[in-house]
């Protein structure tokens, strides 16, 4: 079936600090694959997607690329700032049109 | 353009009773999925409706049932309320319901249940 893992949070980091949050998937076929951001009493917002193997999703300086063969899409940023400090959440989507959520990474940046 | 729009935000029920929430997608878009984000399960799919037919039922009771209207706006109902369904429930709107035309989320609707 499919599934996603992705890092335990919290995560606290300094401002300008490098940030990575792992994130491993199991699918079936092909899927796209997701990071979402949510801030304290807010929906999911799209941070980045990628919809095949080796395409790199960016936005707002944050990154991460779809790798099939380690089955991986990590989030990186190189240089994190206050208002980054939310809920990161790595998510697929498959036939169905179903998303699989991780759990969910919290990131606190420090000033 | 206007964004996805649920309504309420909050909503306090007694357990036994029932509730409906509200989403109207973003203009033009066809497909409204809705999830159930609590701490301990994180967030579940629940359905989606795609001109007013559901396509995809996620592994929730009878209790939880939705319908979307022509207009591509949709509820979702709970009946018999459990304490359990204290969650924030979120739906999210998208033009096809695959990834390349993307999904938006709305803020969500926080329900409690007391």
């Known amino acids: 079936g499919n599934s996603v893992t992705q890092m335990e949070g919290p995560v606290t980091l300094s401002e300008e600090a490098f940030l990575t949050i792992n994130c491993t998937y199991t699918a079936t076929g092909y899927p796209s694959l997701f990071w979402y951001v949510q801030y304290p009493g807010e929906g999911l917002q799209l941070l980045l997607k990628?919809?095949?193997?080796?395409d790199k999703g960016s936005n707002k300086g944050f990154e991460a690329t779809y790798r099939k063969e380690t089955t991986s899409f990590h989030l990186e940023k190189g240089s994190v700032q206050v208002s980054d400090s939310a809920v990161y959440f790595c998510?697929?989507?498959?036939?169905?049109?179903?998303?699989?959520f991780g759990t969910g990474t919290s990131l606190t940046v420090i000033p | 353009k206007a964004g996805v729009t649920q309504t309420p935000r909050y909503l306090i029920k007694t357990r036994g009773q029932q509730v409906t929430l509200s989403c109207s997608p973003i203009?033009?878009?066809?497909?409204v999925s809705w999830y159930q984000q609590t701490p301990g399960q994180g967030l579940q799919f629940l359905f989606e409706y795609f001109s007013e037919t559901q396509r995809n039922k996620g592994n929730f009771p009878g209790r939880f049932s939705g319908r979307q209207f022509s207009n591509s706006r949709s509820e979702m109902n709970v009946s018999t309320l459990e304490l359990g369904d204290s969650a924030l429930y979120l739906c999210a709107s998208s033009l096809g319901g695959i990834a390349n035309y993307g999904y938006t989320f709305g803020s969500g609707t926080r329900l409690t249940v007391v």
């Open positions: 990628a919809t095949k193997a080796d």
């Open positions: 998510a697929l989507l498959e036939t169905g049109n179903q998303f699989y």
């Open positions: 203009s033009g878009h066809r497909s």
